[in-house]
T-cell receptor, first 117, second 114 residues
Framework: AQKITQTQPGMFVQEKEAVTLDCTYDTSDQSYGLFWYKQPSSGEMIFLIYQGSYDEQNATEGRYSLNFQKARKSANLVISASQLGDSAMYFCAMREATQGGSEKLVFGKGTKLTVNP | NAGVTQTPKFQVLKTGQSMTLQCAQDMNHNSMYWYRQDPGMGLRLIYYSASEGTTDKGEVPNGYNVSRLNKREFSLRLESAAPSQTSVYFC?????????????FGPGTRLTVT
């Protein structure tokens, strides 16, 4: 079963508008965390934002905010005032504990965002 | 401070050839990871190393071996390359300080196996 589900293969938004990218997750752990990464066409993975399961407030980083709804197991990324440079693939990921005492990331399949001028 | 570096950036192999992908980080991180990215699949974990001297399998380890040479370096080896291993390979590292769980990624290696 997929642990991270991103149901939107592609999204389009007009420049300067806000957009929400969906992410739902599946875990039985009490302590976990959700990430969003951006991957532009150049290929690098850029960390955007992180939300811990015990964080009481939704995370925000500049124009990025994470709409965390624990009961619904969703962690949607909201980008306000979209810019042309926001066009990229966006990946939601969840950190999982490993048997060796470390952690690993489990990624969703991504959403391709296109910002139109 | 270069972060996470990977070599080579591009590589073409013939089926059956072997090669090693190199990864190094200069952030004194304990944990290091190898992922592969295929179209429509997102990133999948191949192997990881929680600390120097330890390695563990991830989601898709078949056909790969790893070595955690020291705290800085974590290499990925393909002993006998297959076309199914055509992919983009990312190395990452992390150190949990405070509330930061961020993984830092290298620029990736694009591998084609013909």
């Amino acid at each position: 079963a997929q642990k991270i589900t991103q149901t939107q293969p592609g999204m389009f938004v007009q420049e300067k508008e806000a957009v929400t990218l969906d992410c739902t997750y599946d875990t039985s752990d009490q302590s976990y965390g959700l990430f969003w990464y951006k991957q532009p066409s150049s290929g690098e993975m850029i960390f955007l934002i992180y939300q811990g399961s015990y964080d009481e407030q939704n995370a925000t980083e500049g124009r990025y905010s994470l709409n965390f709804q624990k009961a619904r197991k969703s962690a949607n990324l909201v980008i306000s005032a979209s810019q042309l440079g926001d066009s990229a693939m966006y990946f939601c990921a969840m950190r999982e504990a490993t048997q060796g005492g470390s952690e690993k990331l489990v990624f969703g399949k991504g959403t391709k965002l296109t910002v139109n001028p | 401070n270069a972060g996470v570096t990977q070599t080579p950036k591009f590589q073409v192999l013939k089926t059956g050839q072997s090669m090693t992908l190199q990864c190094a980080q200069d952030m004194n991180h304990n944990s290091m990871y190898w992922y592969r990215q295929d179209p429509g699949m997102g990133l999948r974990l191949i192997y990881y190393s929680a600390s120097e001297g330890t390695t563990d399998k991830g989601e898709v380890p078949n056909g790969y071996n790893v070595s955690r040479l020291n705290k800085r370096e974590f290499s990925l080896r393909l002993e006998s390359a297959a076309p199914s291993q055509t992919s983009v390979y990312f190395c990452a590292s992390r150190e949990h300080r405070g509330i930061s769980y961020e993984q830092y990624f290298g620029p990736g290696t694009r591998l084609t196996v013909t």
